[in-house]
């Protein structure tokens, strides 16, 4: 069997969590494979929203195994909090989430270090969700993690107070003020709870499940031009959130990829600090906004709304080899007269097609096609047949400058406001 993978193609927040809960009845497992709780994944059914950090989307799904793979960071508290708000729910955790021990924790310090170095670089911050992400990803890589399968150990009380000890003599060089002792209580407590799960093996887990033809979805967290290679560095997260992380975070070779859905918005948002060539600064943005509702399911920040970019996301496609495009909130572009669409950039007094090195302010300009945008209310639309003509222009404007078919639109943030137009299947 393959390993489907699930991503998006801009900056976070494209609506993968969503689109996984839809696709999850045709996967036997559901794999997060990067990001911590600084992703926030929100599906809505039944009319009640759910937003998901650490937990694959999958989650509501009675026939779904969902994993978190070892490319995952974990904040214990947040993670506890956020199943405890599952089993009122009724969610069976114990027979359907598993944990891979080569997961890494996140220490209530690595918050306090966060925390710390965003409060240092004062105007050059790069809009951390001060979640501990970032200093738990370079631990990892520094190979001073601390790791799920480390809590199973009787030397583990040692372990994490050896990490903290490095941790205080990092803070000693800030003019910063903290108190670790009155976080660190919850945080063992939360970790007694963890010991309770089902901790695995993941690799060998979910190569396994390959082998015996189990269907399997990997989904990803943040968005493409968030990635730490391919992104707009320095204003990018921590992990790899492009197709080749699936690979690293869950242990899988790249030949068993078949497909690669990648998620888009109709338009562009993004959270934060960071270069955003489309970027809407008038009351256009400010509509976009509104009707998006664009306010971040993890920190409750606006976010900055623009255009759609096509060289951006073209970037992306290729970044990652993607097969099939979903496209989310077309139903926020209903009303507006015009829809634009950056083509390409003026950079350095020449017209380009394609995302280049720099593109911080003044670098590049956005070269813009306009569009018929459609009026109708299409947030009750069952069918594309029924959408109205010119969303069908606009997808088929894209999918010819894109070269991809767009499989999926979003039409609202319920699960059943969703729209197929070419049916997808797992991989087998």
Known sequence: M?????????WGDEGKGKIVDVLTKGYDIIARFQGGPNAGHTLEFDNIKHVLHTIPSGIFHKGSINLIGNGVVIDP??????????????????????ISRKAHLILPSHRVL???SEAAKGKNKIGSTLKGI?????????????????IELSDFKDRYANLVGKHEQILSHYDFEYD???MEQEWMDAIEYMRTLNLIDSEHYINSAIKNKKTVLAEGAQGSLLDIDFGSYP?????TTTCAGSCTGLGI????IEKVFGIFKAYCTRVGSGPFPTELFDETGDELRAQGHEFGATTGRPRRCGWLDLPALQYAIDVNGVTNLIMMKSDVLSGFDTIKVCTGYMHNGTEIDYLPYNIEDGQVEPIYEELPGWKEDITEIENYEDIPQT??????YLQEKLGVPISIISVGPNRNQTITIEKISASV
């Open 2 to 10: 393959a390993v489907d993978v699930l991503l998006g193609l801009q």
């Open 77 to 98: 508290i947040i993670f506890k909090k956020e199943i405890d708000k599952l089993v009122e729910f009724g969610v069976d955790i114990n027979s359907t989430l598993y």
């Open 114 to 116: 966060d925390a710390a």
């Open 134 to 150: 970032g200093p738990t990803y370079m631990d990892k890589t520094g190979r001073n993690g601390l790791r799920v399968g480390d």
């Open 180 to 182: 670790l002792k009155s």
């Open 235 to 239: 204003f990018v997260t921590s992990s």
């Open 253 to 256: 070779a790249p030949n068993r």
């Open 391 to 396: 969303l069908k222009n606009y997808v088929s």
